[in-house]
T-cell receptor, first 117, second 108 residues
Framework: DTAVSQTPKYLVTQMGNDKSIKCEQNLGHDTMYWYKQDSKKFLKIMFSYNNKELIINETVPNRFSPKSPDKAHLNLHINSLELGDSAVYFC????????????????FGSGTQLSVL | GQNIDQPTEMTATEGAIVQINCTYQTSGFNGLFWYQQHAGEAPTFLSYNVLDGLEEKGRFSSFLSRSKGYSYLLLKELQMKDSASYLCAVHNFNKFYFGSGTKLNVKP
């Protein structure tokens, strides 16, 4: 199936631990993102990579470190987890083709629900 | 800053028409997107406007007025499966800024 897939779907861990979330897309898109959706359902961009290069870093604590080994993968590593990191993390990809192009729509992964205890 | 406002929750009856409004104030604008998100699932693309006017796609239509910073999503012939959150998002220089979403409850 062509899709954006991320693992794990659920992640329950203790404060202070380090964890990773993996994301892969086989849509041939150039750009990948990490979004965080909090309890109030706001979706906020965290990072964006275009062809393995970081293009957006939205004032995210440096405990969060994205890594893109190739344009089809974007992983998120989180150090020293805190209670406030509990949220749903969505990976997404898009195929930017210029300003105003409908192809720039986002395709989302199924989300990773992170619970920090 | 970026500010996108939507009503928090709406209720409508199966078979009816509902309009979900979105107002925005952003430093730039490349287009306005609507996404649907069922509980516990990922958002999925519904519609897109870059020019003023109405875009129709089956039971769903979306309207944009750039001068007013206003958009709406119109859902016709509501079905129970339309119960979901509807997210308005402004696309601006490689970033999407999302509203908090409108939770739509469709009742029989």
């Amino acid at each position: 199936d062509t899709a954006v897939s991320q693992t794990p779907k659920y992640l329950v861990t203790q404060m202070g631990n380090d964890k990773s979330i993996k994301c892969e897309q086989n849509l041939g898109h150039d750009t990948m993102y990490w979004y965080k959706q909090d309890s109030k359902k706001f979706l906020k961009i965290m990072f964006s990579y275009n062809n393995k290069e970081l293009i957006i870093n939205e004032t995210v604590p440096n405990r969060f470190s994205p890594k893109s080994p190739d344009k089809a993968h974007l992983n998120l590593h989180i150090n020293s987890l805190e209670l406030g990191d509990s949220a749903v993390y969505f990976c997404a990809s898009s195929l930017p083709t210029g300003v105003g192009a409908t192809n720039e729509k986002l395709f989302f992964g199924s989300g990773t629900q992170l619970s920090v205890l | 800053g970026q500010n996108i406002d939507q009503p928090t929750e709406m209720t409508a009856t199966e078979g009816a028409i509902v309009q979900i409004n979105c107002t925005y104030q952003t430093s730039g604008f490349n287009g306005l997107f609507w996404y649907q998100q069922h509980a516990g699932e990922a958002p999925t693309f519904l519609s897109y406007n870059v020019l003023d006017g109405l875009e129709e796609k089956g039971r769903f239509s979306s309207f944009l007025s750039r001068s007013k910073g206003y958009s709406y999503l119109l859902l016709k012939e509501l079905q129970m499966k339309d119960s979901a959150s509807y997210l308005c998002a402004v696309h601006n220089f490689n970033k999407f800024y999302f509203g908090s979403g409108t939770k739509l409850n469709v009742k029989p």
